[in-house]
């Protein structure tokens, strides 16, 4: 797993290549802190095109996140997942939970 933080345009961004799963939402957690998030004025952006794997851990990390971001007044924005992100939120009935952004061109 490697995580990319980049700030753009008021945005957090978080870049995630590779997989995201048990041993690895932990450096994904990591990346973001209180003090990033209080220091945006957009939203935390999670770029997916890259990530090639995510099972439930990963999933609960993703939400996580979004409970952290709310909290701290901004929005969590989930960018270009691949179709098994898509089918994943699909299939746990999170979807309408996320603000969820574009498809991975790698994919579709």
């Not at 939400?63 to 969590?76: I, K």
Request: hydrophobic content about 50%; overall charge negative; aromatic content about 2%.
């Amino acid at each position: 797993m490697r995580v990319t933080v980049d700030e753009r345009d008021g945005d957090l961004v978080l870049r995630l290549e590779g997989e995201l799963d048990i041993e690895t939402t932990v450096f994904v957690l990591a990346a973001v802190d209180d003090e990033h998030l209080a220091g945006i004025t957009g939203a935390l952006v999670i770029d997916l095109a890259a990530l090639t794997f995510v099972d439930s851990s990963g999933l609960a990390a993703l939400l996580h996140l979004d409970q952290r971001a709310r909290a701290a007044g901004t929005t969590l924005v989930l960018a270009h997942p691949r179709a098994n992100l898509d089918r994943l939120l699909d299939i746990t009935g999170v979807r309408h939970l996320l603000t969820v952004e574009g498809t991975s061109p790698t994919v579709r």
